[in-house]
């Protein structure tokens, strides 16, 4: 069995696909104008299959380029990001094509994110580590970024209690609610009391 399909210019560099006069999917116009299959006026089943296959590919491809000039992704979500649009060999093939590239590296991502993490919520080692594996990061390269983060736990207590978390410290129940705070944040509970005792705080009772 044969199939016709004809094209149309799309919109942003994309040609509009059409199989037997209905819409069928979208791709880069470099893969287009590259490909046999816009030579002939109709294709069998076999070279259809093939076709699509990797129009697929480089489509899912193109969408990973286009979500990366906007952010940063790890590539588990990188990969989770694709495959609400394209199927499982799609996906594995941008993925793996845009870490060939240099263009999604789990280890520079977790680093930053890591410092992130600490500069703008200030949160422990053991909390970052959790966050970095929900954005995909395995557990080996989260446990490495975070042992090799330059942080002291102990001195970052006392700089959020002397800075972000001054203000609350001096509404009513403040002490108790910045203690149950640092504790979500990631700090033991001996931390935040030894932090607390240095600067001479009374935690309120519950």
Do not use: H
């Amino acid at each position: 069995m044969k199939v016709k399909i004809t094209s149309r210019i799309g919109k942003r560099g994309k040609v509009n696909l059409y199989l037997n006069d209905e819409y069928l999917m979208s791709v880069p116009e470099d893969f287009w104008y590259s490909s046999p299959v816009r030579l002939t006026e109709e294709v069998d089943e076999a070279e259809f299959t093939e076709f699509l296959k990797t129009a697929n590919a480089k489509s899912a491809y193109q969408k990973a380029l286009e979500l990366l000039s906007r952010r940063d992704y790890s590539s588990r979500m990188l990969a989770n990001k694709l495959a609400e649009k394209f199927d499982s060999e799609a996906v594995a093939f941008a993925v793996e094509k845009a870490v060939n590239a240099g263009l999604v590296n789990d280890e520079v991502y977790a680093r930053r994110l890591a410092e992130e993490l600490v500069r703008n919520k200030g949160l422990a080692p053991r909390r970052i580590q959790s966050e970095l594996i929900k954005k995909g990061i395995s557990l080996d390269i989260a446990q490495e970024v975070t042992e090799n983060l330059d942080i002291n736990p102990d001195c970052l207590i006392i700089e959020l209690l002397q800075t972000k978390l001054q203000r609350v410290l001096n509404a009513p129940k403040g002490t108790r609610r910045v203690f149950q705070s640092l504790l979500r944040k990631g700090y033991s509970r001996g931390a935040v009391l030894s932090a607390f005792r240095q600067l001479n705080i009374e935690l309120d009772e519950e």
